[in-house]
T-cell receptor, first 114, second 112 residues
Framework: GAGVSQSPSNKVTEKGKDVELRCDPI?????LYWYRQSLGQGLEFLIY????????KSGLPSDRFSAERTGGSVSTLTIQRTQQEDSAVYLC????????????FGNGTRLTVT | GENVEQHPSTLSVQEGDSAVIKCTYS??????FPWYKQELGKRPQLIID?????GEKKDQRIAVTLNKTAKHFSLHITETQPEDSAVYFC???????????FGKGTTLSVSS
């Protein structure tokens, strides 16, 4: 079946504007993750959803960042009042369950804040 | 929370040599340890993983070893080829039901 799908693939926005990034996980996957990867850097954990449990938001860098997952499927990451340091690739991943299953990554959204 | 340390940050080898990347983790309850390969401009992809009930796993030229007592696990690539050049990430779950935390990555360069 289809893999993890992210949209848009590229987003250029002006400083101070809000942006929404979308992730469609693999059908049936209960766990969904968001990571941020700055140029040449590692995978910074942002937020994690597992089924109907409360999300683990411990990685969100500021209160400008939020995410939701509707109906246990599609997820949206929202960044309010974007700053230049928010420029990065935002990667979404899903897995069949938590704790013991491989993550499948999408191709990411490259966000550029000018 | 879980802390994963990875080294070296960069590794250069000649084609045909072996490469070893090591990661340490902090949570003794961790039980799943994957390795991902990320080529330039592409998404990370799983290359091998190991669960805590085994000490070693091999898949052709790639192997992973796990030492639960010392809380470290290593990726071994034998007979390296130029196409092995990429960034490699280790990761660990703190325990079931929590987020997967990644090491900072190792840039492997294989020269022919």
């Amino acid at each position: 079946g289809a893999g993890v799908s992210q949209s848009p693939s590229n987003k250029v926005t002006e400083k101070g504007k809000d942006v929404e990034l979308r992730c469609d996980p693999i059908s049936g996957h209960t766990a969904l993750y968001w990571y941020r990867q700055s140029l040449g850097q590692g995978l910074e954990f942002l937020i994690y959803f597992q089924g109907n449990s409360a999300p683990d938001k411990s990685g969100l860098p500021s209160d400008r960042f939020s995410a939701e997952r509707t109906g246990g499927s599609v997820s949206t990451l929202t960044i309010q009042r974007t700053q230049q340091e928010d420029s990065a690739v935002y990667l979404c991943a899903s897995s069949a369950d938590s704790g013991n299953s491989p993550l499948h990554f999408g191709n990411g959204t490259r966000l550029t804040v000018t | 929370g879980e802390n994963v340390e990875q080294h070296p940050s960069t590794l250069s080898v000649q084609e045909g040599d072996s490469a070893v990347i090591k990661c340490t983790y902090s949570d003794s309850a961790s039980n799943y340890f994957p390795w991902y390969k990320q080529e330039l401009g592409k998404r990370p992809q799983l290359i091998i993983d190991i669960r805590s009930n085994v000490g070693e796993k091999k898949d052709q030229r790639i192997a992973v070893t796990l030492n639960k007592t010392a809380k470290h696990f290593s990726l071994h690539i034998t007979e390296t080829q130029p196409e092995d050049s990429a960034v490699y990430f280790c990761a660990s779950f703190e325990q079931a039901g929590t987020a997967l935390i990644f090491g900072k990555g190792t840039t492997l360069s294989v020269s022919s």
